[in-house]
């Protein structure tokens, strides 16, 4: 009888021990944004791809989200680079259109990326691919919150050995990097994607027992295209397919290295590319389809892109989400998800975790988003309706591009007027409804003025009040 009291005192003990004992502190999850260069609205399996087959995308769109409606914050490298990582729009932070070799700036150091953001909550962070906000060791991205960087510091099209162009550029080598020394000089990049992903697997093994921010920024497929032999003629979209077919063996890696480390339900991984397909390469380009024009045009085929979002723990799997999301709300959303601090500096994007998990459908942004090329505001999206302002851009007119890597020529065309499209009706942008909507209009000329005051409109010649300084060197 004695034992049976004393048994039972202890049991008594262990639920009442249980009861009071602090919830187990929940593991900060881990980030890694995948982010393509120059790729296409319809460059995937699941976005529609008649001819290239992207298995582990597709998958991870089936075990996460598909975002349909989802944009670059500019169509082309540099200032979409700097918004993902920022928040802003990158004519805030002085950043337009794209770095050239020995450009003398970067991306300003007081501006806080997501790898200083989260490095201040205790994560490991790494960049493996293409920086391209600034290729002078002031700007290297150690200096930007990054523990460890391999990879190039601008497009892989800017070197003396381009197949297509041959020697523009005035400079000697394509360098690349490891963290602050130059290893190599590229005169071959067909094995950059396989090394970026080893890289990219190996960081992950290495850090499983810590939180980690991952940043895996293909250069591909920016033309001059590399694929490794092990993806030569596979694709039945030639040269191109290959590459992307290449790109989605990569993600599949990563996704794989996750499972084997015990990691893939406490992280989120972000695939999408930093603007649309350069068309004037024809059959080295990628497709926009349905989408209007491509690389260069604040157009939906320039902006709009593939996007798929995995993070199993938090994210219910197989759905499509259609409300606007832009790369500058990564950063906020990232934020609360980890806890924390925003930057200090003002930013444009906002939180959209509830839309992500499917609490809600409303965007945080009242005009969902503007559209500037360079410093020039071209167009506004306000719910459904997209609207353009005269401005000047880039078309093939219907033409086929070049072939076999070689650019075909690009007119030039003015538009006069306002134009008006109603996007959920007309994703291709190809009835100007501008005429039966005024009340529209007028509505989004008021949002449109409201951010040239704050970010400035050179078609305009108005500085902002809200611009910030680009990084110098002296």
Known sequence: MTNKIFFL???????????NAPPEKETPPNVIII??????????????????ETPHLDQMAKDGIRLTNFYAAQAVCSASRAAILTGCYPNRLGVHGAFMPNAKKGLNLSETTIAEMLKDQGYQTGIFGKWHLGDHPKFNPLKQGFDEYFGIPYSNDMWPYHPQQGPIFNFDILPLYENETIIDTLTDQSDLTTQITERSVDFISRNKNNPFFLYVAHPQPHVPLFVSEKFKGKSKRGLYGDVIMEIDWSVGQILASLKENNLDNNTLVIFTSDNGPWLSYGEHSGSALPLREGKGTALEGGQREPCIIYFPKKIKAGRTIDVPMMTIDVLPTIANLTGAKLPGNKIDGKNIWDIWTGESTQSPHEA?????????????????????????????????????????????????????????????????????????????????????????????????????EIGKVE
């Open 9 to 19: 005192l202890l049991l008594l003990l262990h639920l009442f021990s249980c009861k």
């Open 35 to 52: 982010f393509t260069d120059d790729q296409g609205y319809q460059d995937v399996g699941c976005f529609g791809s008649p001819d290239i």
């Open 368 to 468: 969902y988003y503007f559209y500037y090329h360079q410093n020039e505001l071209h167009g506004v999206r306000y719910q459904n309706w997209k609207m353009y302002f005269p401005h000047r851009y880039r078309t093939l007119n219907g033409r086929e591009g070049g072939k076999g890597g070689l650019p075909g020529p690009y007119d030039y065309v003015n538009i006069e007027e306002i134009e008006l499209y109603n996007l959920s009706k007309d994703i291709s942008e190809t009835k100007n409804v501008a005429a039966e909507n005024p009340e529209v209009i007028e509505k989004i000329k008021l949002l449109a003025d409201g951010m040239r005051d704050e970010l400035g409109d050179a078609l305009l010649e108005k500085t902002g009040k809200g611009n910030r």
